[in-house]
């Protein structure tokens, strides 16, 4: 099973169209092996992003370097999962 | 059996269509699982369709899940399904309905990345196929259609998240669809449920040109949205995929709505903010309700709107 350990999901609201063309091209690299969950396409919504622990420093740095707003949506990916997985397995013990 | 089976949590592919059978048997004058063909690692594709009689009835179709990591979507249309066959003969209205249309609703359409998702990779998209000369396996089943093929907002790459697969109708989850629509000839409405973002959309999503019946979805939409947020305050906003997300080709109800099936929707269920495709399990009842509520308001324009 793929795990997810350390992963984060960050929200970014970009501000301009400037700002979404620079996400754009975030999409558009492989380097951070990214999943965009939503993508950029306009101010009005948020994009959210998928963020391996590995390229985490890097991509909030870019953020940070461009000034695109951005917070934390889900601070570690595989403790969502682990806790998915728990009710899952409790609720087949007791649906069994 | 279906009473006791619990709507509030996630469940795998088997006891999903274990489920199914219950349905059927729970419901022999109303409801026949119908296969569609097979996934390609060989997984059966299975439809519930709900019918009074008659043949050939003008129909709507609904699918859920073919995104396999968007689990809301599959675990709300289970509630829909039953809350369609409890409702019929007792709500005026869904008993009209189905005294009129059939309605075909297909709880899984990616079979092979449902299973994967439960099994390998929770955050699996795609289908499960081989991409012949590349290591990445799957198609963007949502980018497959034969509308705007291979155009903006589908990559060629098959280690992206949104490769739009070889050719129109590569995927075979695809092409069982296109083929039943087809030999069917007579869909009304075609609406798929995805997650997540709170949106109700109409084409087009391959280009950004309004569609000759932008007015009337758009109608249709806003008074859809009412209902659903009427239940708990739930925001969502409408428009074309390409003017309300972004610009993407090959997308299923582009294809339907060229297809000749004005009715053409799609649905991105919650959340937005805190969980993405993670939604927690006690949110799907929540969701599957508030969902009922917009698209029988759909279902039951279309039913008045016979065309």
């Not at chain 2, 795609?126 to 963007?140: E, I, L």
Request: aromatic share 12%; with cysteine.
């Amino acid at each position: 099973r793929k795990v997810f350990t350390g992963d984060q999901v960050l929200r970014v609201n970009a501000k301009s169209e400037a700002q979404i063309q620079l996400l754009k091209t975030l999409e558009n690299g492989e380097v951070f092996k990214l999943d965009f969950w939503t993508h950029p396409s306009s101010s009005d919504l948020p994009i959210d992003i998928h963020v391996p622990y590995a390229s985490l420093y890097a991509v909030q740095k870019f953020l940070q370097d461009n000034e695109i707003p951005f917070h934390v949506m889900i601070q570690d990916l595989q403790e969502l999962l682990d806790k998915e997985q728990e009710d899952l397995q409790r609720n087949a013990v007791k649906g069994g | 059996d279906t009473k006791s089976f619990d709507y509030a949590t996630y469940h795998r592919l088997d006891a999903i269509y274990s489920w199914m059978d219950s349905m059927v048997a729970g419901h022999p004058n109303l409801i026949s699982k119908v296969q569609i063909g097979s996934s390609y690692e060989n997984r059966p594709m299975y439809v519930l369709k709900f019918s009074t009689g008659g043949n050939n009835r003008p129909a709507i179709w609904i699918d859920a899940g073919i995104h396999s990591r968007e689990w809301i979507s599959t675990a709300s249309a289970l509630w829909m399904a039953n809350k369609m066959a409890t409702d019929f003969g007792v709500d005026p209205s869904v008993t009209s309905l189905l005294g009129k249309m059939d309605v075909y609703l297909m709880i899984v359409t990616n079979p092979d990345g449902y299973a994967y998702t439960h099994t390998n990779d929770r955050m699996w998209r795609k289908t499960r196929s081989v991409n012949s000369g590349s290591t990445c396996r799957g198609v963007d089943p949502n980018r497959n259609w034969d509308a705007g093929f291979g155009g903006p907002g589908a990559s060629k790459n098959p280690c992206s998240e949104s490769y739009h697969g070889p050719s129109a109708h590569s995927a075979i989850e695809v092409k069982n669809i296109v083929d039943l629509i087809k030999n069917h000839g007579n869909f009304k409405a075609f609406i798929s449920i995805h997650a997540y973002s709170q949106l109700l959309m109409y084409p087009y999503g391959y280009t950004c040109n309004d569609i000759p019946h932008q007015a009337e979805l758009d109608s249709v939409g806003r008074r859809a949205v009412q209902a659903l947020s009427s239940l708990y305050g739930t925001s969502y906003r409408v428009g074309s995929i390409c003017k309300i997300i972004y610009q993407a080709s090959g997308g299923s109800i582009d294809w339907s709505y060229n297809n000749g099936v004005k009715y053409s929707f799609a649905f991105e269920l919650r959340d937005t903010g805190r969980y993405g495709f993670l939604l927690p399990a006690n949110q799907i009842i929540p969701t599957a309700t508030e969902t009922w509520l917009g698209l029988k308001h759909i279902m039951e324009y279309v039913r008045d709107h016979p065309y």
